[in-house]
Nanobody
Framework: QVQLVESGGGLVQAGGSLRLSCAAS????????MGWFRQATGKEREFVAG????????YYPDSVKGRFIISRDNAKNTVSLQMNSLKPEDTAVYYC??????????????????????WGQGTQVTVSS
């Protein structure tokens, strides 16, 4: 089992920044690629960032590329999401998730939420216009 706890959400004005953190406990953190997803009210879950187990590669959809930065600290078992130039459309509940890196794992699986094994409880981000 892996437990994930997000923090850092809140209310921010458009153009502002927030930094989300996710603390992991349980099994070996480096066995997992990590992702951030979000879900706005009435919308489907959306991938916003992913990072390999080593941290050497990161992935973003076009909607956040250049604004969001994912990073991880394997010594502290944490993954973070720095969000800059926030827009009202970034308003959502943000979830941290862990994807076990087994034989055959591919980085192209990072955006696919059904591949992830563990999820945090989510943290609300609200961007006002």
């Amino acid at each position: 089992q892996v437990q994930l706890v997000e923090s850092g959400g809140g209310l921010v004005q458009a153009g502002g920044s927030l930094r989300l953190s996710c603390a992991a406990s349980g099994r070996t953190f480096t066995s997992y690629a990590m992702g951030w997803f979000r879900q706005a009210t009435g919308k489907e879950r959306e991938f916003v960032a992913g990072i390999t187990w080593s941290g050497d590669s990161t992935y973003y959809p076009d909607s956040v590329k250049g604004r969001f930065i994912i990073s991880r600290d394997n010594a502290k078992n944490t993954v973070s999401l720095q969000m800059n130039s926030l827009k009202p459309e970034d308003t959502a509940v943000y979830y941290c998730a862990a994807d076990y890196v087994s034989t055959g794992w591919k980085s192209t699986d990072l955006p696919r939420y059904w591949f992830y094994d563990y999820w945090g409880q989510g943290t609300q981000v609200t961007v006002s216009s």
